[in-house]
């Protein structure tokens, strides 16, 4: 379970050491042909690998065209759900870049989709999910310089991605996510602690910050910020590969093996953010009694 939010500091890959392994000791890479012993070890340790210049300025300019043309609503795919920031009111809201901080479950757009078909991601995936992959969440993260940021809700505080997914098992799932423009502290770049993934799911819930809060972003709750933390990529085209135990302008998709197998979160921590999945879902769809996280 690898905590990760979408705040600044800077360490890199290279300054976070690597253990000592031995082949037996691999929990959470597989064996394969495209990873280095040392890259392996690094992900075995720290739960995280950035591979840089992965995805071509090509690509990247194709996405971002496309996020353009969906937020002036030139294209509308089915089952997209695109996220405007708090502070803006409907009155407000116009189509436009600029109003618009993510869009997500983009599986029916066929450009968008495409990032999750690009061999240079399926080679890397495959190595943490084995051959048989299944996408499983996707999102295009935007962060404008509009009143949300100024009013910080724009964050999402440090969270297991774990926490929103009702499958396992947790080693054989893997976040892909390609920063879309050059990132650093200040315009927010993405931040994974280092060694997490090998911990436990932690207790989600809203932050206790004040001001409104963004649907959805939840945060784990006996977090007490004293842990280093590392900034795993910085240019455009980085991409970084990591567990969901342990972002301005970048694409990312979770993936996972066919061989994970869907749970039952009631009774568990998981439980809370089923709760409002399941309530958004019935408002578009209706009959919330038929429906689950799954």
Known sequence: VQCY????????TGTIASASFHPQQFQYTLDNN???????KFYEENGFLVIKNLVPDADIQRFRNEFEKICRKEVKPFGLVVMRDVTIS?????PSEKMTTKVQDFQEDKELFRYCTLPEILKYVECFTGPNIMAMHTMLINKPPDSGNCKK??????HQDLHYFPFRPS???VCAWTAMEHIDRNNGCLVVLPGTHKGSLK??????????LTKWFHGIQDYEGKQ???????GEGDTVFFHPVAHPWAISCHFASADCHYIDVKGTSQ????KEVVGIANKFWGDENSMDLK
């Not at 495209?34 to 392996?40: A, D, I, K, N």
């Not at 809700?153 to 440090?158: D, M, Q």
Request: glycine share 4%.
């Open 34 to 40: 495209v990873l280095t012993l040392e890259q392996r």
């Open 171 to 173: 080693n054989l799932i």
């Open 271 to 274: 439980e809370n953010i089923e």
């Open 153 to 158: 809700t724009s964050r999402h505080p440090l």
């Open 203 to 212: 207790p989600h819930d809203y932050p206790k910050w004040e001001g409104e």
């Open 5 to 12: 939010v979408n705040i600044h500091t800077h360490p890199t």
């Open 228 to 234: 280093r933390s590392g900034a795993p990529c910085d």
């Open 90 to 94: 409907k009155s407000e809201y116009t």
